[in-house]
């Protein structure tokens, strides 16, 4: 009998048309965003010829690649010293020939050294100008010292100092190095897929208890044998399913694409390379994961709101713009509204933004125990979807009794 109203209510979800159009734009979405990242590779050639497209990719890797291994002060020294030849020779503009033979291979090296020198600033090319040799061979000693600098700054209690002291012992010096740049371009594409993804889940949920809802349905439904208990918690987890499943088939099929095609050089390449001080301690692929995870949470939370929403409100259309307001209007609101940084740093719209809460240093203080942001925030907001899940569940129950 489970069996049965597991798969009837597979049946009617997949046999709405409103949910086939969302489940194709689903796969049109994902084959647009593949291109749209495998497109936004570039590679210059020796000649300052650009490339750009599905050989890009890989073809920057393998340049980039030369620089490849432990990124040892020596190995910093000279390309800051080459690179202050280059721009003494060409002081307005580094021509495309230059680049390609030379700058695009180290580049990334370049702006980590600019990321080392400026913890408290904003990005200033004019700081390479001004590193002495000496300054070069002790680049990871200055970059220990500027942690240390850090610390201070945000460890405003005892136990946040702690904290951020053993989070940048973690820190492995020298750096290994490798060429990131699919990973670097994949987290800001997934970033939005994510929440693209959000929004379509929200829209699939929604019509999963609204059905029943139309007249003389709902008696059906609720008269039943199984309706009270078993039937509600079958449509639940059903809902859970169609959501997890469809989410990760998405971001899968948007990750094997983009991967095969772009290489996947970078995985172990420290996510410091482009934020030094980050505290957020992990590995390009680490970094990608850490996205898609984040988005997944956010979206299951979202999708239980949904749910929950449609079955008090007894119909769809306000639940609907649940994962829209929640996702992709609060960012805005928060920026006309600064002084509400506290809340907002505590919604779930940060889990799907993790792009940029990477950067900052938000941390929680607990009592003794202190937690980074993005951490804190995926543990509360699977306790919130667990919350979710038995109010669903009351809320329709106590429908179908008051009909009675």
């Known amino acids: 009998m489970i069996k049965m109203m597991f798969k009837y209510e597979l049946k009617k979800i997949f046999s709405k048309r409103i949910n086939q159009v969302l489940l194709a734009a689903v796969l049109v979405v994902t084959i647009i965003y593949s291109g749209m990242a495998i497109g936004s590779m570039r590679y210059v050639d020796e000649e300052g010829q650009d490339h750009t497209g599905i050989e890009a990719g890989r073809l920057l890797a393998e340049n980039i690649n030369q620089w490849k291994g432990k990124l040892t002060a020596e190995k910093i020294s000279e390309v800051i010293n080459d690179y202050k030849t280059i721009s003494a020779k060409y002081p307005d503009e580094i021509p495309n020939t230059e680049y390609g033979k030379t700058v695009q291979s180290y580049y990334d090296i370049y702006s980590f050294v600019i ?88 829209f699939l949920v929604a019509g999963i208890f609204s059905g029943e809802f139309r007249p003389g349905t709902e008696d059906v439904f609720l008269a039943t044998k199984y309706g009270r208990s078993k039937a509600i918690k079958n449509k639940i987890f059903v809902g859970i399913l169609v959501s997890t499943v469809t989410y990760w088939i998405g971001v899968g099929v948007l990750s094997l694409i983009s991967f095969a095609v772009m290489g996947t050089s970078g995985f172990f390449t420290p996510y410091q390379i482009d934020d ?129």
Request: aromatic share 16%; with cysteine; net charge neutral.
């Open 276 to 404: 030094p001080y980050s505290i957020y301690v992990m590995t390009y692929g680490e970094y990608y994961l850490l996205i898609l995870v984040g988005g997944y949470i956010a979206t299951m939370f979202c999708a239980a709101l949904t749910m929950l929403v449609t079955v008090k409100m007894h119909t769809p259309n306000l639940a609907v713009c649940i994962p829209f307001f929640l996702l992709c209007m609060m960012p805005f609101i928060a920026r006309v509204l600064p002084a509400f940084d506290d809340f907002f740093n505590l919604l779930p719209t940060v889990l799907t933004n993790i792009f940029n809460a990477v950067r900052t240093p938000i941390i929680f203080q607990i009592g003794s125990f202190v937690f980074c942001q993005i951490s804190f925030l995926m543990f509360l907001y699977i306790v919130l979807f667990i919350v979710l899940l038995p109010l669903i569940y009351r809320g329709y129950n106590r429908y179908g009794l008051k009909k009675k």
């Open 115 to 202: 990321g080392i020198m400026t913890p408290d600033s904003e990005w200033n090319e004019s700081v390479v100008d001004q590193l002495s040799d000496e300054q070069l061979q002790n680049i990871y000693t200055i970059y220990q010292d500027n942690m240390k600098k850090i610390v201070e700054e945000y460890g405003t209690t005892p136990e946040k100092r702690s904290y951020l002291e053993s989070v940048y012992k973690k820190i492995e010096i020298p750096f290994t190095f490798e060429a990131k740049d699919s990973w670097a371009t994949m987290t800001m594409y997934a970033q939005t897929y994510v929440l693209l993804m959000a929004v379509i889940i929200g």
